[in-house]
């Protein structure tokens, strides 16, 4: 077994929790190699890239968060690959386990104890009125919002090329059951199961209070435009990166991507003991 790593090193106490994973990697006889940014920044060596690590190893190990997770995912990019996430603190939604159960899910791994889960991505296109186009995957989320204006965005919601509603609000999210428990869920969206196939629709702070989150299967193709242009810059995101500014006429088309993120999980945690956990439900 050869375990690819992946560390936030800005978070407090990546270098511990990293220089533990090493010394039980290696009391278990276990290969591993380390991408390059964490490699320099922690260790002072030479490591690979990221999409390097899953093509070369079995499982990727990533150290930090939920937002360590995302940015991972978005850089090791298209791979069957198991990821498992180790939370530097408290357990995270996406993470398999806590800093301090890293014995355990070393263990598990070596005895084939654990369970892989597939969650589902995102794909968003987008479509300028020149017709070039650039194509984005999410874990998450995909948001239109309104960036650092006051004013509300005007979009144009389409399913399956029915109009669904012209929205006015602070922004729009279009979130996967994963993304379910982030942005979507603040914003007032319900939680959907990880299994679910759909996709949830939910404004950001609409100026109508009939506006409301809409739970949708996630065969369908949602189409956003936006129907307003001003001076003021109304800004495009992918689980709260790659922000680009949208111009006039640009439209987004929003469906399930062929990629899955392979997850990690204990075989004694579930989803919904997570939520127990982090919701402080029942205490």
Same mark, same amino acid.
């Given at each position: 077994?050869?375990?690819?790593?992946?560390?936030?090193?800005?978070?407090?106490?990546? %270098?511990?929790?990293?220089?533990?994973?090493?010394?039980?990697?290696?009391?278990?006889?276990?290969?591993?190699?380390?991408?390059?940014?964490?490699?320099?920044?922690?260790?002072?060596?030479?490591?690979?890239?990221?999409? @390097? #690590?899953?093509? %070369?190893?079995?499982?990727?190990?990533?150290?930090?968060?939920?937002?360590?997770? #995302?940015? $991972?995912?978005?850089?090791?990019?298209?791979?069957?690959?198991?990821?498992?996430?180790?939370?530097?603190?408290?357990? /995270?939604?996406?993470?398999?386990?806590?800093?301090?159960?890293? *014995?355990?899910?070393?263990?598990?791994?070596? !005895? /084939?104890?654990?369970?892989?889960?597939?969650?589902?991505?995102?794909? !968003?296109?987008?479509?300028? $009125?020149?017709?070039?186009?650039?194509?984005? &995957?999410?874990? +998450?989320?995909?948001?239109?919002?309104?960036?650092?204006?006051?004013?509300?965005?005007?979009?144009? $919601?389409?399913? +399956?090329?029915?109009?669904?509603?012209?929205?006015?609000?602070? /922004?729009?999210?279009? !979130?996967?059951?994963?993304?379910?428990?982030?942005?979507?869920?603040?914003?007032?969206?319900?939680?959907?199961?990880?299994?679910?196939?759909?996709?949830?629709?939910?404004?950001?702070?609409?100026?109508? #209070?009939?506006?409301?989150?809409?739970?949708?299967?996630?065969?369908?193709?949602?189409?956003?435009? %936006?129907?307003?242009?001003? @001076?003021?810059?109304?800004?495009?995101?992918?689980? /709260?990166?790659?922000?680009? *500014? #949208?111009?006039? +006429?640009?439209?987004?088309?929003? @469906?399930?991507?062929?990629?899955?993120?392979?997850?990690?999980?204990?075989?004694?945690?579930?989803?919904?003991?997570?939520?127990?956990?982090?919701? &402080?439900?029942? %205490?």
């Amino acid at each position: 077994m050869k375990i690819g790593i992946i560390v936030n090193p800005h978070k407090s106490g990546a %270098q511990s929790t990293l220089n533990t994973l090493l010394e039980l990697l290696k009391k278990n006889s276990i290969e591993y190699i380390i991408e390059e940014d964490s490699a320099r920044t922690l260790l002072a060596e030479s490591g690979i890239t990221a999409g @390097e #690590l899953a093509k %070369q190893c079995d499982y990727i190990a990533v150290l930090g968060g939920d937002g360590t997770m #995302l940015n $991972a995912v978005s850089r090791i990019g298209q791979t069957t690959t198991p990821v498992v996430g180790i939370n530097i603190g408290t357990l /995270g939604f996406l993470t398999s386990c806590k800093d301090d159960e890293m *014995e355990v899910i070393i263990d598990s791994l070596i !005895a /084939g104890s654990v369970r892989v889960v597939p969650r589902t991505l995102l794909k !968003a296109t987008l479509t300028l $009125a020149d017709g070039t186009s650039s194509e984005h &995957h999410a874990l +998450n989320e995909i948001t239109i919002n309104r960036g650092q204006t006051g004013r509300l965005v005007s979009i144009d $919601a389409y399913i +399956n090329g029915d109009l669904l509603n012209h929205y006015r609000a602070d /922004g729009l999210i279009v !979130a996967t059951p994963t993304g379910s428990t982030a942005y979507s869920l603040a914003a007032g969206g319900p939680l959907l199961s990880p299994k679910a196939q759909n996709f949830v629709i939910t404004p950001i702070c609409p100026h109508s #209070l009939t506006n409301r989150s809409l739970v949708l299967s996630d065969s369908c193709v949602v189409e956003l435009r %936006q129907t307003d242009f001003t @001076e003021d810059s109304t800004v495009f995101t992918v689980d /709260g990166r790659e922000l680009i *500014e #949208l111009p006039a +006429n640009a439209k987004i088309l929003v @469906e399930r991507s062929e990629r899955t993120l392979q997850l990690v999980r204990l075989e004694a945690r579930s989803f919904y003991s997570t939520l127990r956990s982090k919701l &402080h439900w029942g %205490q």
